[in-house]
């Protein structure tokens, strides 16, 4: 059995540069943490962009890219300033991403940007057929690469190729209205088996290319006429044991040893006064709601002010796609919501809302999973939500209460969490409220069922179930054709 190529936009490494010299740093975003556990496990080689523009990289450090990526079995993908502008700000995350998050009003249909999503998807494949071998199959990943099955299809016939859609896959109505739809379904029809979060996204693509190329759908299969293609579900996981096993760790820390984060939340202060930590983590995207939960948080501080100097909601946002307007004015509109509610409700000894815009190593990460009482995760829309999942498996003791909105991929297999329509602002409060008060035994009972689910499947188990499924959908498709 060959290796496996895995190949998405992003590599899970991110490149800077700093003084003449390369900084790199994880990734951020659920396809790179969720993805990185099976790539460094298994043999595989990982081709994708650093976020670097091929124009910033001084021609002395270009081989030491290489380098780096190297050693941690990737292969980097040169981007130039322009593709980065059409397709990745342009075509991927002003047309796609938003049409696909159900966000028509922000959403640009441009020639340009259609062409350059073309050519670069071309050149990916193009990074992809240098490296493949007999016997090698090609996991093609996400959103930025639609057209990627078919081009590598079309040069080599015969090779296995799968397909996992990160993002929603939106239902029939809002898909047609794309110019290229049905360049997008042909493009990703070059899959021998498409993956998707959850069995509504799924049944949407089928639908879609029922209703749009007019192929036959037989339950999961699309009859090609040539070939077979499969559509099926696989709610992507996380590393469970990783995660668990930081948060244990972090747990046998001396009590009296303040971990950095603690010290810039005068954690132990606070919790001494019983006041209760609400965390919210995410990228700063205006799929995530963040703006309503603010909005929200103020609300429920005015409907229950015995909860004022008594709750903080800890708030980190991820610097993200900021080239695009929309998350230019959401940055904006969200430092303006902050401020108004700090400057309405802050006392001399407490501040509500503690906001960071900016990544954390994967420690504090852990520190603040561990130290909060509540999460509290809104998308508007979400493929999945990985924060979910980790905020769960870093409960060791089984404390703490999730409150997450359906809208989000994991609420389908987290259904024991406080469950909210994010539009929903009275429900959204009083699940604050009722997270807050919610005895004990009750928040164990509700994580023990969800820790078990997630160990089960674990980002091991989702990558290996998908796997098996991409062998059995080829090997038919192989033994067919010799019958
Ligand atoms: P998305 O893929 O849309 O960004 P997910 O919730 O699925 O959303 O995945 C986000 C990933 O990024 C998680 O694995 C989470 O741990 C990580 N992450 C989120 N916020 C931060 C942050 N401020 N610093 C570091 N990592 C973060
Ligand atoms: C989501 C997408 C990923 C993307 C990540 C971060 O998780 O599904 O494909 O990599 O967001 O976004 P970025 O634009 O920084 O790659």
């Given at each position: 059995?060959?290796?496996?190529?895995?190949?998405?936009?992003?590599?899970?490494?991110?490149?800077?540069i700093?003084?003449n010299?390369?900084?790199?740093?994880?990734?951020?975003?659920?396809?790179?943490?969720?993805?990185?556990?099976?790539?460094?496990e298994?043999?595989?080689?990982?081709?994708?962009?650093t976020?670097?523009?091929?124009?910033?990289?001084p021609?002395?450090?270009?081989p030491?890219?290489?380098?780096?990526?190297?050693?941690?079995g990737?292969?980097?993908?040169?981007?130039?300033?322009?593709?980065?502008?059409?397709?990745?700000?342009?075509?991927?995350?002003?047309?796609?991403?938003p049409l696909?998050?159900?966000f028509?009003?922000?959403?640009?249909?441009?020639a340009?940007?259609?062409?350059?999503?073309?050519?670069?998807?071309q050149?990916?494949?193009?990074?992809?057929?240098?490296?493949?071998?007999?016997g090698?199959?090609?996991?093609?990943?996400?959103y930025q690469?639609?057209?990627?099955?078919?081009?590598?299809?079309?040069?080599?016939?015969?090779?296995?190729?799968?397909?996992?859609?990160?993002i929603?896959?939106?239902s029939?109505?809002?898909?047609?209205t794309?110019p290229w739809?049905?360049?997008?379904?042909?493009?990703?029809?070059?899959?021998d088996?498409?993956g998707?979060?959850?069995?509504?996204?799924?049944?949407?693509?089928?639908r879609?290319v029922?209703?749009?190329?007019?192929?036959?759908?037989?339950?999961?299969?699309?009859?090609?006429g040539?070939?077979?293609v499969?559509?099926?579900?696989?709610?992507?996981?996380?590393?469970?044991?990783?995660?668990?096993?930081?948060?244990?760790?972090?747990?046998?820390?001396?009590?009296?040893?303040?971990?950095?984060?603690?010290?810039?939340l005068?954690?132990?202060?606070?919790?001494?006064?019983?006041?209760?930590?609400?965390?919210?983590?995410?990228?700063?995207?205006?799929?995530?709601?963040i703006?309503?939960?603010?909005?929200?948080?103020?609300?429920?501080?005015?409907?229950?002010?015995?909860y004022q100097?008594n709750?903080?909601?800890?708030?980190?946002?991820?610097?993200?796609?900021?080239?695009?307007?929309?998350?230019?004015?959401?940055?904006?509109?969200?430092?303006?919501l902050?401020?108004?509610?700090?400057?309405?409700?802050?006392t001399?000894?407490?501040?509500p809302?503690w906001?960071?815009?900016r990544?954390?190593?994967f420690d504090?990460?852990i520190?603040?999973?561990?130290?909060?009482?509540?999460?509290?995760?809104?998308?508007v829309?979400?493929?999945?939500?990985?924060v979910?999942k980790?905020?769960?498996?870093t409960?060791?003791?089984?404390?703490?209460?999730?409150?997450?909105?359906?809208?989000?991929?994991?609420?389908?297999?987290?259904?024991?969490?406080?469950?909210?329509?994010?539009?929903?602002?009275e429900?959204?409060?009083?699940?604050?409220?009722?997270?807050?008060e919610?005895?004990?035994?009750?928040?164990?009972?509700?994580?023990?069922i969800?820790?078990k689910?997630?160990?089960?499947?674990?980002?091991?188990?989702w990558a290996?179930?998908?796997?098996t499924?991409?062998?059995?959908?080829?090997?038919?498709?192989?033994?067919f054709r010799?019958?």
């Amino acid at each position: 059995m060959g290796k496996t190529i895995i190949i998405s936009n992003r590599l899970p490494l991110q490149i800077n540069i700093s003084e003449n010299d390369l900084e790199v740093s994880p990734s951020v975003g659920g396809l790179a943490t969720g993805l990185k556990s099976f790539h460094q496990e298994g043999d595989s080689i990982w081709i994708g962009w650093t976020g670097l523009a091929s124009e910033e990289i001084p021609e002395n450090l270009k081989p030491k890219v290489l380098e780096k990526a190297k050693s941690q079995g990737c292969i980097p993908v040169d981007l130039t300033s322009e593709e980065i502008e059409k397709f990745y700000y342009g075509f991927s995350n002003r047309t796609i991403w938003p049409l696909f998050h159900y966000f028509m009003e922000y959403t640009e249909f441009d020639a340009e940007h259609w062409e350059a999503y073309k050519q670069v998807n071309q050149k990916y494949a193009d990074a992809v057929i240098e490296k493949l071998e007999d016997g090698d199959t090609v996991w093609v990943h996400d959103y930025q690469l639609l057209l990627l099955p078919a081009l590598i299809r079309k040069e080599k016939p015969k090779v296995t190729i799968g397909f996992f859609n990160h993002i929603p896959f939106p239902s029939y109505e809002v898909f047609r209205t794309l110019p290229w739809r049905e360049e997008i379904l042909r493009g990703m029809l070059g899959a021998d088996l498409l993956g998707f979060h959850t069995y509504d996204y799924e049944r949407h693509f089928l639908r879609s290319v029922n209703r749009i190329l007019h192929y036959d759908i037989n339950f999961n299969a699309v009859n090609k006429g040539n070939r077979i293609v499969k559509a099926d579900s696989f709610p992507m996981g996380i590393d469970y044991n990783k995660f668990r096993n930081s948060a244990l760790e972090h747990k046998s820390q001396p009590k009296s040893e303040t971990t950095d984060i603690q010290k810039k939340l005068d954690y132990h202060k606070y919790v001494s006064k019983g006041t209760k930590l609400i965390i919210s983590i995410d990228r700063l995207d205006y799929t995530k709601g963040i703006a309503n939960r603010i909005r929200a948080f103020g609300y429920f501080l005015e409907k229950y002010p015995e909860y004022q100097e008594n709750v903080r909601l800890i708030m980190l946002a991820v610097p993200s796609r900021t080239n695009v307007p929309q998350y230019q004015l959401l940055k904006k509109e969200i430092d303006e919501l902050v401020g108004r509610i700090n400057g309405k409700f802050a006392t001399v000894n407490w501040t509500p809302i503690w906001y960071f815009y900016r990544s954390m190593p994967f420690d504090n990460l852990i520190d603040l999973y561990t130290s909060s009482d509540v999460a509290l995760i809104t998308p508007v829309r979400d493929g999945m939500n990985l924060v979910a999942k980790e905020y769960i498996a870093t409960r060791t003791d089984n404390t703490g209460v999730l409150i997450l909105s359906e809208m989000a991929g994991a609420a389908q297999e987290l259904s024991e969490a406080l469950l909210i329509n994010p539009n929903n602002f009275e429900q959204i409060v009083d699940s604050i409220k009722y997270a807050l008060e919610m005895p004990e035994e009750e928040q164990i009972r509700r994580n023990k069922i969800m820790q078990k689910r997630l160990r089960r499947y674990s980002v091991e188990k989702w990558a290996k179930d998908f796997m098996t499924n991409l062998r059995e959908t080829t090997w038919t498709r192989k033994t067919f054709r010799t019958l």
